[in-house]
């Protein structure tokens, strides 16, 4: 998963061809800073602890893009789906959060953090769904005002198949969230969001996955 966190940083997203008739969005990531955020100005940190949650941690290097890239992956059974997912028909969720640095060793901050989530749900409710809201996520932290970023759906594709008939559809969601944004939803102690009609509940697993990978948010020493 650590590749598609590379792909969404630069604006390359790769499109599936969608489902006869639907739009498919790309994502884009914000314009790049002149330099990467100072710490002094950035939300706290998390302190490295034992984190409690059922993500699986990855990172890899990529020679050619000289670049590191780290993952937190969280795969949802159906009880913990049912927990994450409030409101709105799902069948299957992931989500995966995650940043990009130059060269192997972090020497400054990543610019944005990319949040994908992946949902597997019946093809009417699916299409329903777009109908609903703006195509923004407002993600809600301790009550606040939201942060609304663009969530596009950057792929979809059908699953189920009989004949020409996809009974459901897995959609692909791309977040980009700046590191400052990110770190004030990992400080927040209830975190909830709005996808259309999805409503997603973060505190508890998810949200302590979102914390173990700022943790590893970590300066090499100069």
Do not use: C
């Not at 706290?44 to 937190?72: K, L």
């Not at 959609?171 to 009609?197: M, W």
């Not at 173990?212 to 100069?222: G, K, N, W």
């Amino acid at each position: 998963m650590t590749r598609i966190h590379s792909l969404a940083a630069a604006a390359l997203v790769v499109v599936a061809t969608p489902l006869a008739g639907q739009a498919v969005a790309t994502a884009a990531a914000p314009a790049a800073a002149s330099s990467a955020p100072a710490a002094s100005k950035l939300p706290p940190i998390p302190a490295a602890r034992q984190f409690t949650h059922w993500g699986e941690f990855e990172s890899s290097y990529d020679e050619d893009e000289n670049s590191s890239s780290v993952a937190m992956n969280l795969g949802f059974d159906e009880t913990q789906r049912d927990v994450f997912i409030r409101r709105g028909s799902v069948l299957r969720a992931e989500m995966s959060t995650g940043f990009v640095f130059d060269g192997r060793v972090m020497k400054q901050y990543p610019e944005v953090v990319t949040m994908m989530f992946k949902f597997t749900r019946p093809t009417d409710e699916a299409l329903k769904s777009d109908r609903v809201g703006t195509g923004d996520i407002a993600i809600y932290v301790d009550g606040g005002v939201p942060i609304v970023v663009p969530g596009p759906l950057v792929s979809r594709n059908g699953v189920d198949i009989t004949g020409n008939h996809a009974r459901n559809v897995e959609d692909t969601y791309i977040v980009v969230l700046s590191l400052s944004q990110f770190l004030r939803i990992v400080n927040g102690a209830q975190v909830d969001a709005q996808l259309h009609e999805l409503r997603m509940e973060f505190t508890g697993g998810p949200l302590e996955a979102m914390r173990d990978l700022a943790s590893r948010l970590e300066l090499a020493p100069q």
